[in-house]
């Protein structure tokens, strides 16, 4: 079986292309020969560079895609056997894209790494109005879509298969050190985030701030990561006076950054997903500290932690919450460090996941 991979994805999505690279991976450890067009200072169709110029410019880059989309639409696709595109917003271009590809392969592929993703964007401008009008007209063009979101089975009239976000667990650093130390003085929670407004640490801030003071000395909150949030949840942590229960470290990684995880007694998941509409889906980040074996606090419906016991659940609106009570559920908690990295090295790898592309293509062989 063979197939392509269609990126858009700028360099700068350090994060993204890495969940793409182990996607690839995933799907070869499939046994799907996948080749991958990519952004690489220019555009590349597997090793072959097919667009020299580049640009960090959104608008220039729109531009250069109409001459890389031609360029990809000149290859030959006679040998493979389907199509894996990562959803971009429509454009005139990539409704043509689509429609071409549509004949020049058994299977059109499209994955929707959020969905719903209309709350994240703005409402009015050109690429917007342009996505909402062409998305409507792809159903003759596509399979299937991949969808990192709840459908009911089907999106813009096109069959839908859900997908979570996932791992690999053998890049993700696990210290197993004294299983949960609940004689430790403080409970160390640790966030990893970009520091966007539906992360919402603010909620937790001002749930530590609602603690009594012998309850306060207990709980310990380390911030990684910069974003357009940091500043003004600075300027909240001084004014509770929180300056030693909460630490902001900025953006780390590797040693560093496990460094820090090796501290921490439960990871901190988005607290304010309902500031952009959403309150069920799949972020990396949970199957990470789950694989690093932290337990974790978690606001939005989760379908693969459903009857997960590390996972302390509090609501998905606005307003502090009972930090008490978390202390409380973390000091009775069962699960280990290293029963809580199985399950992620159980149920939350990339192949498990990349499987239901390899599985939908071989069941619309056996129909057709």
Same mark, same amino acid.
């Given at each position: 079986?063979?197939?392509?991979?269609?990126?858009?994805?700028?360099?700068?999505?350090?994060?993204?292309?890495?969940?793409?690279?182990?996607?690839?991976?995933?799907?070869?450890?499939?046994?799907?020969?996948?080749?991958?067009?990519?952004?690489?200072?220019?555009?590349?169709?597997?090793?072959?560079?097919?667009?020299?110029?580049?640009?960090?410019?959104?608008?220039?880059?729109?531009?250069?895609?109409?001459?890389?989309?031609?360029?990809?639409?000149?290859?030959?696709?006679?040998?493979?056997?389907?199509?894996?595109?990562?959803?971009?917003?429509?454009?005139?271009?990539?409704?043509w894209m689509l429609r071409v590809l549509s004949k020049k392969v058994s299977k059109v592929y499209?994955?929707?790494?959020?969905?719903?993703?209309?709350?994240?964007?703005?409402?009015?401008?050109?690429?917007?109005?342009?996505?909402?009008?062409?998305?409507?007209?792809?159903?003759?063009?596509?399979?299937?879509?991949?969808?990192?979101?709840?459908?009911?089975?089907?999106?813009?009239?096109?069959?839908?298969?859900?997908?979570?976000?996932?791992?690999?667990?053998?890049?993700?650093? %696990?210290?197993? !050190?004294?299983?949960?130390? #609940?004689?430790?003085?403080?409970?160390? @929670?640790?966030?990893?985030?970009? $520091?966007? =407004?539906?992360?919402?640490?603010?909620?937790?801030?001002?749930?530590?701030?609602?603690?009594?003071?012998?309850?306060?000395?207990?709980?310990? %909150?380390?911030? !990684?990561?910069?974003?357009? #949030?940091?500043?003004?949840?600075?300027? @909240?942590?001084?004014?509770?006076? $929180?300056? =030693?229960?909460?630490?902001?470290?900025?953006?780390?990684?590797?040693?560093?950054?496990?460094?820090?995880?090796?501290?921490?007694?439960?990871?901190?998941?988005?607290?304010?997903?309902y500031r952009i509409g959403l309150d069920e889906i799949t972020p990396?980040?949970?199957?990470?500290?789950?694989?690093?074996?932290?337990?974790?606090?978690?606001?939005?419906?989760?379908?693969?932690?459903?009857?997960?016991?590390?996972?302390?659940?509090?609501?998905?609106?606005?307003?502090?919450?009972?930090?008490?009570?978390?202390?409380?559920?973390?000091?009775?908690?069962?699960?280990?460090?290293?029963?809580?990295?199985?399950?992620?090295?159980?149920?939350?790898?990339?192949?498990?996941?990349?499987?239901?592309?390899?599985?939908?293509?071989?069941?619309?062989?056996?129909?057709?």
């Amino acid at each position: 079986m063979r197939a392509v991979y269609i990126d858009f994805n700028p360099e700068k999505n350090v994060g993204v292309r890495r969940k793409i690279s182990y996607q690839i991976d995933a799907l070869r450890n499939l046994g799907v020969d996948t080749v991958h067009a990519f952004y690489n200072n220019g555009y590349y169709f597997g090793e072959e560079k097919i667009f020299g110029l580049h640009s960090s410019s959104t608008i220039v880059r729109k531009v250069y895609e109409i001459k890389i989309v031609k360029e990809i639409l000149s290859r030959d696709f006679s040998g493979f056997d389907f199509i894996y595109l990562r959803y971009v917003r429509l454009t005139p271009w990539f409704y043509w894209m689509l429609r071409v590809l549509s004949k020049k392969v058994s299977k059109v592929y499209v994955e929707l790494a959020t969905y719903p993703y209309d709350g994240e964007v703005k409402k009015y401008s050109p690429l917007t109005i342009s996505d909402n009008f062409f998305r409507t007209k792809i159903s003759s063009y596509v399979d299937a879509i991949f969808c990192f979101g709840i459908t009911e089975g089907r999106v813009w009239g096109i069959p839908s298969v859900n997908m979570t976000n996932a791992i690999n667990p053998a890049d993700i650093t %696990f210290v197993n !050190v004294e299983e949960n130390n #609940k004689e430790k003085q403080s409970i160390d @929670l640790i966030s990893v985030s970009s $520091l966007a =407004s539906w992360h919402a640490y603010d909620r937790l801030i001002d749930s530590m701030n609602e603690l009594p003071s012998d309850a306060k000395s207990k709980v310990k %909150f380390h911030v !990684v990561g910069d974003g357009p #949030k940091k500043v003004e949840l600075e300027r @909240l942590v001084q004014q509770y006076n $929180l300056d =030693s229960h909460v630490i902001f470290y900025g953006s780390l990684q590797g040693e560093k950054l496990d460094e820090v995880y090796a501290h921490a007694d439960v990871g901190v998941g988005s607290l304010g997903l309902y500031r952009i509409g959403l309150d069920e889906i799949t972020p990396i980040k949970m199957s990470e500290y789950a694989a690093k074996g932290l337990p974790f606090i978690l606001a939005n419906k989760d379908p693969r932690f459903e009857q997960a016991d590390f996972v302390y659940r509090v609501p998905n609106k606005a307003g502090s919450f009972d930090l008490e009570k978390m202390i409380t559920w973390y000091q009775n908690l069962k699960a280990t460090k290293a029963s809580i990295r199985k399950f992620a090295e159980d149920n939350l790898t990339w192949e498990t996941q990349m499987r239901k592309v390899v599985d939908h293509f071989n069941r619309s062989k056996t129909q057709n």
